[in-house]
DNA sequence: TTACTAATAAACATGA
DNA sequence: TTCATGTTTATTAGTA
């Protein structure tokens, strides 16, 4: 991994002098600048004059980083960055990340993880700026703010308070034991765990940091560590304590009940320090203590930790308050109304969060697409769109040997996917603008495809046209995904090759299609783990939820198991679930499609196929109880519920 | 380990 | 000849 290179050196570029400060300045030589600009011209630099000029540039970069931002730095292809053989001792670039620039970091990291690092240093900013006005932390000075640098701070704590408001409605919503999962997916998909357990390492390798001690020096390390710090992501149980404010305030309004009744320390849990990264056992919280004074007194390493652990926080903070806002910009442009309560639920004051969890068609304008809904969205600020993203276009380009950079060999199953109109209705957006390859398998797209024309057949090209307009990620490596889909309709045999009037055209044979469809799924922990781990969390309506709410809620309140326990249980929702038979109602219900059409009905020409690995037998219920629906259509929530709730799954 | 499925690549055929 | 379309085979990878 780049973190792996960049944990030996990190280079720095003389521009660093001029560019973001941090506290540690005042003791290095790069801080010889502060006192040309500071207009100070008695020659002497007061502590206090010298801490407000840091905190005019923290704010400065701030800016900076939020402008170039916005502006795509960070973008993968716009990595050009100038060498530097200056190089710096990684541990020095953890404690203060600021020292680097964004064309170092760009230099450095991947671009996943060079977004969050800039987020990490916006959010240091801010708690620079935050931490003089609670005088929480290390900063003791009067503060001396312009009016400009004052409504910059207001704008980013407001938006910390917003935040805040949305996780407490979260909280509100029953999702607080998912929090931390959430937190920890936000900050995997910022940097991948690897990432961070390596950082933790290198952190927690420092030999002997002097400068990290100068730069923390005075930070009240017991008063960070009990209030933002918390296990880290290393173990699932992890718990990240979104609701911990940078400045030492907590709201924990709701706090496991297990590490509740376990221990009165929020480092000590489940009989182990939670100190990141070191889960050491202490039979009681006496030997705990012991261990905390030992192992992790004031020292630099441990105020390393602390930092990292901060940026951490701060991080999964910036990141939801930053999701949250493109959410609420994305339904706003939808004309979207902001959801009604959820009859088991407290309403949202947060518009955003509470229609993702409103899956209904009803909360959403009738032709809009919904926004991206799988129900991890509320949960996980920092997902990018739908399901797939968390696994799809996480592994997208760490699958292939072979092909390093072009087309990516991956399994794509739709078994565990949500259903595909669903998902499809929902997110079209989001998959027409996003290079996202979306989680369902070439015929299962092929088939929406040919089910969703007015005719219920395309010709080839027409389904090339489907795949370049609805989805992004088809507009490249088109020789590839082509040659795919023409392989899908020759070999599979629910695809009917029809000679038409104009032509030849594809249609769809449902009763193959179905077929086709592999056995159900179990209710196995592997087979659920590989739903979470691998694919979407598929589409809920309110009654599903309902369901859930009431079958689960001792689930979504149990202490956090090796996979996210909500995630676990929406995923039961939808084992064995594809889009078998959803698709065709579903399409029906958005108005653009008729009940499915038998290719028989098509009186022209039809090549007959034999299905490779056809499945002749099919008694399973899905396949029956899709049959049923041609002629029976059911409204899709009493379908959803009785097709996809597995009853050994709602126990 | 094996079987199955899907993705990918490629060769080949056919017709406009 | 070129290209689009269609078929087939082989390989690879993920998963049960």
């Known amino acids: ?35 040309g600009s500071n207009g100070d011209t008695n020659g002497e630099i007061s502590p206090v004059d010298l801490l407000h000029l840091q905190q ?27 060498q530097n053989p200056v190089q710096v001792p990684v541990s020095m670039a953890m404690m203060s990340p600021q020292m680097i620039t964004p064309q170092q970091m760009q230099q450095i990291l991947s671009p996943p993880q060079l977004q969050a690092l800039l987020q990490q240093q916006q959010a240091l900013m801010l708690q620079q700026v935050k931490t003089t006005r609670s005088s929480f932390c290390f900063l003791f000075f009067p503060r001396q703010l312009g009016s400009k640098q004052l409504a910059f701070q207001q704008q980013l704590i407001q938006m910390q308070q917003l935040q805040q408001q949305h996780i407490l409605n979260l909280q509100r919503q029953g999702l607080v034991p998912l929090q931390p ?10 940097m991948c765990p690897s990432d961070l357990q390596q950082l933790w390492k290198e952190v927690s390798g420092v030999p002997s940091a002097e400068d990290a001690l100068k730069q923390a020096e005075g930070l009240d390390l017991s008063t960070n560590s009990s209030n933002t710090t918390s296990a880290f992501p290393k173990a699932a149980s992890a718990h990240i304590p979104l609701h911990s404010l940078p400045n030492g305030q907590s709201h924990t309004p709701k ?22 990264g070191c889960e050491a056992l202490c039979e009681d919280m006496g030997q705990f203590i012991k261990h905390l004074n030992n192992e992790h007194a004031l020292d630099d390493r441990s105020t390393a930790q602390c930092r990292v652990q901060m940026q951490v926080v701060q991080q999964l903070e910036i990141q939801l308050a930053k999701e949250s806002e493109r959410l609420q910009a994305m339904m706003t442009h939808l004309h979207m109304r902001p959801s009604e309560p959820k009859p088991f639920n407290q309403p949202l004051n ?21 926004p991206p809904t799988s129900a991890a969205t509320p949960i996980t600020p920092l997902r990018q769109g739908p399901s797939v ?11 292939s040997h072979t092909h390093p950079v072009g087309p990516i060999r991956r399994r794509n199953s739709d078994k565990y996917c949500t259903p595909i109109a669903s998902e499809l209705a929902q997110n079209c957006e989001f998959y027409k603008n996003a290079d996202v390859r979306p989680p369902f398998t070439y015929a299962s797209l092929i088939r929406h495809a040919i089910l969703e024309s007015p005719d219920r057949q395309l010709t080839l090209n027409e389904i090339y046209n489907w795949f370049t307009r609805k989805f992004a990620y088809f507009r490249r490596n088109t020789a590839t995904w082509k040659n795919a889909v023409r392989h899908n309709l020759s070999l599979h045999k629910c695809f009917v090759r029809v000679e038409n009037v104009k032509g030849a055209v594809w249609t ?39 369901a859930l709410a009431e079958s689960s809620l001792s689930l979504l309140n149990s202490p956090p198991l090796v996979t996210p326990p909500s995630a676990a249980s929406l995923n039961m929702l939808h084992v064995g679930h594809d889009d078998v038979s959803s698709t065709v109602e579903q399409v029906n219900s958005n108005g653009s499609c008729s009940p499915t059409l038998s290719p028989q009905q098509y009186s022209h020409q039809v090549h007959v196929k034999e299905e490779p690995t056809e499945v002749e037998e099919d008694s399973r219920p899905v396949s029956l109880l899709a049959g049923v629906t041609h002629s029976l259509p059911l409204p899709s929530d009493e379908r959803d519920l009785e097709e996809d709730l597995p009853t050994e799954e709602l126990e």
């Open 389 to 399: 993203i968390s696994s799809s276009s996480l592994h997208t380009h760490s699958h």
């Open 255 to 276: 706090r496991d009940s297990h590490e509740e009744l376990s221990s009165s320390h929020p480092l000590y849990g489940h009989g182990e320090c939670k100190w990141p």
């Open 1 to 35: 991994m780049m973190v792996e290179s960049a944990s030996e050196t990190i280079r720095t570029t003389p521009s660093n002098q001029n560019g973001v400060s941090s506290l540690s300045s005042q003791s290095d030589g790069g801080g010889g600048r502060e006192g």
């Open 56 to 82: 005019q540039q923290a704010l400065q970069a701030a800016r900076q980083f939020l402008l170039q931002q916005a502006s795509g730095l960070n973008s993968p292809g716009n990595n050009e960055v100038k």
């Open 350 to 370: 947060l518009a955003s969060s509470g229609s993702l969890l409103k899956r209904d068609s009803e909360a959403y304008p009738e032709g809009l697409p919904h």
């Open 508 to 546: 769809v044979d449902e009763v193959e299609y179905q077929k086709r469809r592999p056995p159900k799924m179990t209710g196995s922990p592997t087979l659920v783990k590989n739903m979470i781990s691998g694919l979407g969390f598929g589409s809920l309506n309110a009654s599903y939820q309902a």
């Open 181 to 190: 999962t959430a937190a920890m997916q936000s900050l995997q998909q910022a």
